[in-house]
Structures are given as structure tokens and as C-alpha cells.
């Protein structure tokens, strides 16, 4: 369609890389593949929408505001990124994808976190992206008490019995 082409030339530009692939993610709609260092930088372009055309910069600041005000509408009632963000006072807004992608914009510091689990399980990637929100929330001046819950989750087996648990073991990540 020609929004999505659009919106894939845009994500080009963003992350100043070409998309070698379009997939189709769990929704069944169109997804580029992308290298988590592009999608890291599209996502900072929309963080720090000063970089950005004056028609550009206006609808990165409306999105922004639209998802923070009414996050439910990305992820539903019970969704971690969508309690992460409720939670968040208006200073971030994080989003789960498919296979273990998260992206967290955080426009007060003009920057962006993405993480990738490698195996895709999404278990693992909501306690990391708490676990980073928690460690560095005093440097990224967020407020990230919605997060707290998710550092830490159990897992269940198919008859609801906890099996184990998904854990930040409270270090700061090395990168």
C-alpha cells in the first residue's frame, strides 16, 4: 500500500540505512528487518524530533503525547509496555514487538533503548527492559516505578504452575 511504502522510506531516512527485507510480523502486517543498531537510531530520531523537518518534529511531539496520554491503546489493559508507560509520568514511552523486541523513546534525554532477545522470547524481554529502565532511571530522569514489577516475572507451564522465574539480577549492563 502506499502509506506503508511511505512509511518505510521514512524509516530509511531515520535510520539513514536501506531495508533489505519486508517480513510479516505476529499481526500479519508488513514489518522491515532491520539491524538493531538502525532501529536504535530511527527510534533516537523520534526521541530528539529537533533533527528532524518542522512537519516531521510536530508528529513525533503528537505521537509522543498521544501514547503516553492513552498507552492502553498500544498494548492493551495488561500489557507491560502499556503499564510501563502509564506509570511513567509522561517521560518515556516503551513498546514491545515481535520476537523479543523492545524500544523504549525517552525525549528529555534525546535518546532511545532497543533490545533484542535472541531466542525471541518476550519473558525475557520485558525484565530486561525493566531492568535497564530501573538501573538507569536517576541518569535518564524517568520515572520508572512501572517498571519495577516486570524485573522480575514468573513463568509459568501450560497448567499455570510456576516453573521458574525471569529476573534482573540488579547489575548495571555492560555495553
Known sequence: HPAQQALFRHLESLSDKPLEKIALDGC?????????????????????????????????????????????????????NSLMTEKSAGTFFVKNGSEGVYACIIPNMRCSIVLKIADGA???????????????????KIEAS??????????????????????????????
Do not use: C, H
Open 28 to 80: 500479519s502486517l508488513p514489518a522491515p528487518a532491520m539491524t538493531l543498531i538502525s532501529f536504535a537510531r530511527a527510534m533516537a530520531q523520534l526521541a530528539d524530533p529537533q533533527k528532524l523537518s518542522q512537519s516531521e518534529k510536530k508528529a513525533a511531539s503528537q505521537i509522543f503525547e498521544s501514547v503516553t496520554k492513552f498507552p492502553f491503546l498500544a498494548g492493551g489493559t495488561s500489557a507491560p
Open 146 to 175: 512501572g517498571a519495577k514489577p516486570f524485573a522480575k516475572l514468573p513463568i509459568k507451564n501450560a497448567a499455570g504452575n510456576n516453573i521458574g522465574q525471569t529476573y534482573w539480577d540488579g547489575q548495571t549492563p555492560k555495553f
Open 122 to 140: 518476550m519473558r525475557a524481554a520485558d525484565t530486561a527492559m525493566a531492568g535497564i529502565l530501573n538501573v538507569y532511571a536517576k541518569e535518564l
